[in-house]
């Protein structure tokens, strides 16, 4: 994907990580590694610098999981998390017929953001923040506590549109 102010790109195994943007999404450095090195990662940039990151885990031959999908704080609500989702979605239909994500329970915006993008809420994860975190994670005064999974049928999509 390609315009004027966004280049997507994945990211080459030489290049660090930006972990300041992983860590938006994610809570913990020790959570990231558990994945990262697994996943093909992809960062937005704009005029070089990356805004935004995605690592997407391979699970079998019909489905991807999206583990982490972060934008710069000063560029969310732009479109531009939205224009990184639908690029991604597009290159992995090619090859995968779902992408699962998980979210927490409280994270509701997250969630509505999925489900805007063709996501259905498929499963829970219970205790999954309890038992994977060491410790308690707060979000909009409430505790992280089970985990959303939410899929989307990449072979349905019908429009796919970039940044």
Known sequence: MQSNEYALERLSSAEPLPMDLLLLADETSAAIAAYVHDSEVWVLR?????????????????YVELKNLAVATALQGQGVGSGFLTALKHHYAATHAQMWVGTADVGQAQQRFYQRHGFVRVGTRERFFIENY????????????????????????????GL
């Open 46 to 62: 704009q005029q070089q610098a990356v805004v935004a990151v995605a690592c997407v885990l391979e699970m079998d031959a019909r």
């Open 134 to 161: 060491p410790e308690p994670i707060i979000e909009n005064g409430q505790q992280l506590v089970d985990m959303y999974v939410f899929a989307c049928d990449l072979q349905a999509e019908d429009e796919i549109s």
